[in-house]
């Protein structure tokens, strides 16, 4: 995971002085899971969730609102503040912090939508299949989101027929029973560069 971490920090500032990094894919891939696990490596890199983003009434009509509060901030150099969504008091709570590090990882289902990708350093997909994705995301939530989650599933395939983001992944992100193996992604130029195994075995990952 540091060497995925160090070609990261290598990269040229996408967003005045930040690197932005997105990690995109279907939900119930493990976005969230390895956004934690690369900003650890990053050494504590911000991470902001869409999930505390979006909401209810505006599953994938937040751009404008992240714009607003992220990354015009980032962009001239400022801590963003936004209002995360309470998803079980179906309310906006409390603005916090993200602030303009080297490195930040945006991470959520529509990470990569064609509005932030010229915002972006590097788009990375989760390789997952969806109907796989959504099963794990289902038995995650449990059977009180069931009726959250059919809604759910119609919304992200509108959203990926119209704006698909594995199309223009830099990276192909594909979790192993030890770790994860990053891959040239679709927008990666055939040979740039060879593949990457990051294992969670300590000899190997770190």
């Known amino acids: ?13 996408s967003l005045g002085p930040v690197r932005l990094i997105a990690v995109d894919g279907h939900a119930g891939s493990g976005k969230s899971t390895f956004a934690g696990r690369l900003a650890h490596a990053l050494g504590g890199a911000p991470v902001l969730h869409l999930d505390d ?11 404008d609102r992240l714009v607003t509060e992220v990354i015009e901030p980032l962009a001239r150099g400022e801590s963003a503040h936004y209002t995360p969504y309470d998803w079980r008091a179906r309310a906006f709570g409390t603005p916090r912090p993200l602030p303009a590090a080297p490195v930040v990882l945006i991470e959520g289902v529509g990470a990569g939508r064609l509005a932030l990708r010229p915002y972006l350093a590097r788009l990375l997909w989760m390789e997952l ?6 099963a794990r995301g289902r038995q995650r939530d449990g059977a ?3 009726e959250f ?4 599933v119609a919304a992200e395939r509108a959203h990926f027929a119209e704006d698909p983001s594995r199309p223009h992944a830099d990276l192909l992100v ?3 029973i030890a770790g994860y193996e990053v891959l040239p992604g679709p927008a990666t130029t055939p040979g740039a560069g060879p593949e ?3 294992s969670d075995d ?3 990952m770190w």
């Open 53 to 63: 983003i979006a909401s209810h009434e505006r599953l994938f009509s937040w751009t």
């Open 196 to 198: 990457v195994t990051l």
């Open 144 to 146: 009180e989101q069931r």
């Open 202 to 204: 300590p000899s190997r």
């Open 174 to 176: 594909l979790q192993r």
């Open 149 to 152: 989650w059919d809604g759910w």
């Open 1 to 13: 995971m540091h060497d995925l971490a160090a070609r990261l920090r290598g990269l040229p500032p």
């Open 129 to 134: 299949p969806r109907e796989e994705s959504w």
